[in-house]
């Protein structure tokens, strides 16, 4: 179906596609719609020369204005349906039906239904049995043959308006017009990809321009700063050579000024004179210089000697050997000495304080160079003991336990002895003491194994009166501490 369409290029008869036959609306106004949009130049030099093309014509100014209108409605780009104009085919219209409308639709009536069930058993058995294929009937309403002109020939108006390409055409010619926009693209993109190349160029062109530049401008700078720094250096060098002139006119004038001063001094005074004065003066100088020196040495003896002023006042035993108490107990560098019901003391810190007690009756008979007789002192901490120097020369240990056991209780007489030959010693410095000192006087007096009225021996004895007993052992001995220091051996 041919409808009289023509080749626009090569002017051959044209056939159209079965697509194209039957255009609906909305495929119409899809194609419209893809297409590019009208170039607006163009369209107007066109009018502009077919109004003056239609100006010079000899015609009827009614017949030219109706010509003008039939050509602007050809060209319009709208479907029919946008129009207005042309009836809508019934096979494409529809109608939306609402829920309400749906549910008010009356159902058939019993009879219909059983009359309907009748009617489709029969068709089974009709379906059963061979028949011949029902002959085919054409669409009882097929479009009119004008409306498929109108909606093609407007379609091509519509392409035709929106590009330089006249529609329609064939496929060779369209063949041929694609072989020519796909060189014209190739040739496009060949120019766009040169003129970026270019720009690229000129980029780097003007990028390594500016680089220079300021290799130009840095080189001009260094130069400059190179030149300022030997001016520079050039009045440094005559700054020297001119102090260097200074300086040797300064000793110039030095020595003639000391000429000048000896030839005064010649003519005023005689030789002897001025040899008098001139040595008085150095020794005036000399006395003021070891004038200043003296001064140095006496404050330096007077700091030194009150550091040792100082010195001599610090007492060091004290700081080694605090004797103190906490409540009932007598205590040596934080030890307490002693037991008391109530107040459980480790054995371990017992024999601790032991041995910090032995250790100080040690050191003052060693200050005091004094040897005790018939005993020697061992130190040793929390096992020190007492070695008898006459007799038997026995050992006792000067620390105790609170095991029950058999060998432990003779372990307990041992450090009753002990504890009695401490005593013993405490008594003998004592007495030494009263002999070198006998103005010093000791609250508690020391009898066989007593000190005081109270027995040191923890055996069969209460724990209360033996903790009392280390206590006046602890203020005994911080007395010979303190004569021993600071009394007439001190």
């Not at 909305?26 to 419209?32: F, G, L, N, Q, T």
């Not at 072989?179 to 062109?205: A, G, P, V």
């Not at 004797?323 to 003391?345: A, E, K, S």
């Not at 000067?398 to 056991?405: K, M, Q």
Request: charged residues 25%; hydrophobic residues 35%; contains cysteine.
């Amino acid at each position: 179906m041919s409808f009289g369409l023509i080749c626009q290029q090569c002017k051959e008869p044209l056939q159209l596609d079965a697509s194209l036959v039957d255009l609906a609306p909305s495929a119409y106004d899809m194609i419209v719609s893809s297409a590019p949009p009208p170039a607006q130049s163009s369209s107007h030099a066109r009018n502009a020369s077919d109004t003056e093309k239609l100006g010079l014509l000899p015609a009827d100014a009614t017949v030219k204005s109706a010509w003008m209108r039939s050509k602007t409605n050809a060209e319009s780009p709208l479907s029919p349906r946008a129009q207005g104009k042309q009836p809508m085919s019934p096979h494409e219209s529809f109608v939306l039906l609402q829920d309400s409308m749906i549910r008010n639709i009356p159902t058939q009536s019993p009879a219909a239904q059983q009359s309907k069930r009748s009617l489709m058993k029969r068709k089974g058995k009709q379906a059963a049995s061979p028949t011949p294929d029902p002959p085919t009937v054409d669409h009882p309403n097929p479009s009119p043959l004008s409306h498929h002109l109108r909606s093609t020939t407007r379609l091509f108006n519509a392409l035709s308006s929106r590009s330089d390409i006249d529609h329609p055409l064939c496929a060779e010619c369209t063949q041929i017009l694609l072989s020519h926009l796909q060189r014209q693209l190739d040739e496009t993109k060949r120019r766009e990809t040169l003129r970026k190349e270019r720009e690229r160029d000129s980029q780097h062109t003007l990028v390594k321009e500016e680089a220079e530049k300021k290799i130009e401008k840095l080189k001009v700078e260094e130069r400059l700063a190179v030149e300022q720094l030997l001016e520079a250096e050039r009045e440094r060098e005559q700054l020297d050579h001119e102090l260097r002139l200074l300086e040797l006119e300064e000793r110039a004038l030095e020595e003639e000024e000391n000429e000048l001063v000896l030839l005064i001094s010649r003519r005023h005074f005689p030789n002897n004179t001025y040899r008098f004065w001139r040595t008085h003066n150095e020794q005036l100088l000399t006395l003021d210089q070891q004038t200043a020196q003296l001064a140095t040495l006496r404050a330096a003896y007077a700091t030194d000697s009150a550091t040792l002023e100082k010195l001599e006042r610090t007492n060091v035993y004290n700081d080694a050997f605090c004797i103190g108490h906490d409540g009932v107990f007598g205590t040596i560098n934080g030890l307490r000495l002693g037991r008391v019901p109530g107040v459980p003391v480790e054995w371990a810190e017992i024999n601790a304080a032991w041995g910090q007690t032995l250790l100080l009756m040690y050191t003052i008979a060693r200050k005091l160079d004094y040897t005790f007789d018939n005993y020697r002192l061992v130190p040793m901490g929390s096992f020190s003991r007492i070695e008898k120097t006459s007799g038997d020369k026995s050992q006792y240990e000067l620390y105790g336990s609170g095991d029950l056991h058999f060998g432990r209780l003779l372990h307990n007489r041992r450090f009753d002895i002990a504890m009695v030959a401490f005593i013993e010693c405490l008594k003998q410095l004592m007495d030494y003491i009263k002999s070198q000192d006998s103005s010093i006087e000791f609250p508690h007096q020391v009898v066989k194994d007593r000190i005081g009225d109270v027995s040191v021996k923890l055996q069969f004895n209460q724990e209360e009166a033996w903790t009392r007993s280390l206590r006046h052992v602890l203020l005994a001995l911080k007395m010979c501490l303190k004569w021993a220091t600071n009394g007439a051996n001190g």
